[in-house]
């Protein structure tokens, strides 16, 4: 089962979106491209500008962006609509466990032509919540621990995956991974600890 967060698609996603392609093309472009950096800074900072003079108080964005019960659409991993996030879309498999197919680009670049450790943590730190969200119990992340196995390939399909291992109390034990090609080059095992934080209202 898709776990679906178009479904309540609204018009944020497109720009978020835009703005994704804008990231990935300016750190492709660098300095060593034609491309008119001052004027480009220009108009983005005019895109800005009209975005801030609109934006709503921010205690009524929090209160929005917490809407509901279930998965968030704001997060840097999966959300939709925030450009920092790739953004990873989650399929639930019939033993518990999620899955999902991202590839990663230029932004995301650690060692050359790999993906960041750290990007790599976010998505997995953030898959394992998710796979706590899937199995029913979900906590607050207090230990992750990563195994980098092998360099993360950019610009080649991955998978990551989690699944909850355990629910012990307020303990509650999740792993994950991240392969390429099948190869396996990260590994992850959290410890989170079941503590809902008051959803802004
Ligand atoms: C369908 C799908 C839906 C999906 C929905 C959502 C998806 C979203 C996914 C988002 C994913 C993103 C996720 C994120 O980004 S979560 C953000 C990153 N994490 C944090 O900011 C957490 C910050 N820390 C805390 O808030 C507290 O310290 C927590 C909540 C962790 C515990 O504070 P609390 O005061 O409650 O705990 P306690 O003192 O009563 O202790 C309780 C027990 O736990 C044990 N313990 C505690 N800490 C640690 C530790 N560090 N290592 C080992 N053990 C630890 C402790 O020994 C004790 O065990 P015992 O003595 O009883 O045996």
């Known amino acids: 089962m898709t776990m679906d967060l178009q479904t309540e698609r609204c018009g944020v996603d497109g720009a978020a979106a835009a703005a994704r392609r804008v990231i990935d093309a300016l750190v492709r472009a660098g300095d060593i491209s034609g491309a008119d950096m001052a004027g480009i800074a220009d108009r983005l900072n005019a895109v800005a500008d009209d975005l801030e003079a609109q934006a709503p108080p921010l205690r009524d964005r ?43 680009g230029l932004p995301y670049q650690g060692p050359p032509s790999s993906v960041h450790g750290g990007v790599s943590a976010l998505l997995l730190d953030h898959t394992l919540g998710v796979a706590n969200g899937w199995a029913g119990t979900s906590g607050m992340t207090a230990e992750l621990t990563l195994r ?14 989690a699944r909850q291992v355990s629910v012990d109390g307020r303990k509650i034990r999740t792993t994950g991974a991240i392969a390429a090609a099948g190869r396996t080059c990260v590994t992850a095992e959290g410890l989170f600890i079941a503590k809902p934080l008051p959803r802004p209202r």
Request: aromatic letters at 8%.
């Open 62 to 104: 929090l209160v929005n962006m917490w809407r509901g019960d279930g998965n968030t659409r704001h997060d840097p991993a999966a959300g939709p609509e925030n450009p920092i996030a790739p953004p990873l879309a989650y399929t639930g498999r019939p033993d518990g466990s999620i899955e999902s197919d991202v590839t990663l």
């Open 148 to 161: 980098y196995h092998h360099p993360t390939p950019l610009f080649e399909p991955l998978t990551v995956t």
